[in-house]
């Protein structure tokens, strides 16, 4: 190690902001990476799975967990684009930083071809970029997966800059939630959103980016025959309804399910088709950030935990690659045509379980009745802290 490198090492601690954790630990997030590895590799290979794939927002949470499963279930080569932000300063970089070169080099160790792309998904520019690679990688990708969670988009087109909203609407939602700072449950009340709002949060995250991401590899003739793409949405149970499914990130969903349909109709001619796989609620950046889920999330894990059903994202996404996309199997689609790999999570004794916690849940028995703790866990770990194995007393240099 040379003078400066010495000098730059720190010790790094998590400091939490409200709901996000402003430092990460590049020691600990590589270990996250490896932990989620050796998970499915103890699985075993997945058969018939694509050999070539894009992974869209590919460094956290559910997209870091396809690109695993792919590369370590399905011995695929990977190109991954994020937006994620180096070290500066001294200072840690973000934790999809550290995930996507922690997975670089097990993907290369490994002899699989790995590439990242760090840069705006939404832009022109970096759909470029990711053309350019698939080229590099040898033509063309079975699999394209859209996991993106952004709160802002700026239109590659217009150069308009649409920012998200987390709201119900048409009137105002007041229920339960969990300030996860202070661990206090308290009641929120949140105004509905207004028609600009609404429509712009749809521009963030509907299927606008989704269908241009498939009209680029279309164009660029690097969709493979047979190719299959997918992206992510969650509809969770009653309680969270007024702000996910039918609140504003809800009519973004359903833009979603349209662009599938209509990208399976424009991917006729290579064969393709395009699914929407609803998945379980859990802990990332993303779903922390949105009232009421992480104290529904806390009660869930204790529930799922108990009857044994607990799934994490890579538990999740090797059984979406092993039950529904691959392995001599199809998509059991329910009647709008989604997978629904949140079967487990919406299991009715699950969801009446969960309803009578809620009914009951306060400050004061929180801990008692609900999985807090494994919640505060998670959340950590997706900062690379709390891994096991890992010396967080020792110096780590972060600009790695
Ligand atoms: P996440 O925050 O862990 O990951 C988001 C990813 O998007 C990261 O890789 C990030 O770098 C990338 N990203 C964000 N803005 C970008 C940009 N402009 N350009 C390039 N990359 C960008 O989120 P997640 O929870 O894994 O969510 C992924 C998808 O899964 C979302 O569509 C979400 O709605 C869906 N989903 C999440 C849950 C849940 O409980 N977390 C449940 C069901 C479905």
Not at 27 to 40: F, K, L, P, S, W
Not at 67 to 82: N, Q, S
Not at 349 to 366: C, F, G, I, P, Y
Not at 370 to 391: A, H, M, W
Request: charged share 25%; with cysteine; aromatic share 8%.
């Amino acid at each position: 190690m040379s003078t400066t490198e010495e000098k730059s090492a720190i010790v790094i601690k998590p400091r939490i902001r409200g709901f996000i954790c402003i430092t990460s630990h590049p020691t600990g997030c590589a270990a996250h990476v490896q932990e989620q590895i050796d998970y499915v590799q103890k699985q075993g290979l997945i058969q018939g799975t694509p050999k070539k794939v894009l992974v869209i927002g590919a460094s956290t949470g559910y997209g870091l967990a396809s690109r695993i499963t792919a590369a370590f279930a399905g011995k695929a080569d990977t190109i991954g684009v994020f937006f994620e932000k180096p070290s500066e300063n001294g200072k840690p970089a973000t934790a999809g930083w550290y995930n996507s070169i922690a997975f670089e080099k097990a993907a290369k160790a490994a002899g699989l071809y790995a590439k990242n792309i760090n840069g705006d998904a939404f832009s022109d520019g970096v759909k470029e970029q990711a053309i350019q690679a698939i080229k590099e990688m040898g033509g063309k990708v079975d699999l394209v997966v859209y996991s993106l969670a952004s709160p802002v988009r700026s239109h590659p087109k217009s150069g308009t800059v649409f920012r998200s909203v987390l709201k119900p609407v048409g009137s105002v939602f007041t229920n339960k939630t969990l300030d996860t700072d202070k661990s206090i449950v308290k009641n929120i009340s949140i105004e509905p959103a207004n028609e600009q709002e609404m429509s712009d949060t749809v521009e963030v995250m509907g299927g606008d980016d989704w269908r241009l991401w498939i009209d680029a590899l279309k164009k660029a003739d690097a969709l493979a025959d047979g190719v299959v793409t997918v992206a992510y949405s969650y509809i969770g149970p009653e309680v969270t309804w007024p702000i996910y499914r039918d609140g504003t990130i809800g009519r973004a969903k359903k833009d979603v399910e349209i662009a599938a349909k209509d990208i399976t109709n424009e991917l006729a001619g290579v064969h393709g088709k395009a699914y929407v796989s609803i998945n379980k609620a859990l802990v990332t950046q993303a779903s922390s950030a949105i009232p009421v889920v992480p104290l529904y999330i806390s009660l869930l894990y204790k529930v799922m935990k108990e009857s044994k059903s607990h799934e994490g994202c890579i538990e999740q996404m090797y059984r979406l690659f092993a039950t529904q996309l691959y392995n001599g199997n199809r998509p059991h689609l329910d009647s709008e045509g989604r997978i629904r790999i949140d079967d487990w999570e919406m299991d009715p004794a699950t969801q009446s379980k969960v309803q009578a916690l809620w009914d009951k849940v306060t400050t004061e028995n929180l801990n008692e009745i609900s999985d807090f703790e494994g919640y505060k866990t998670e959340f950590l770990k997706l900062f690379g802290f709390g891994l096991s194995g890992v010396d967080y007393d020792k110096e780590v240099d972060p600009a790695i």
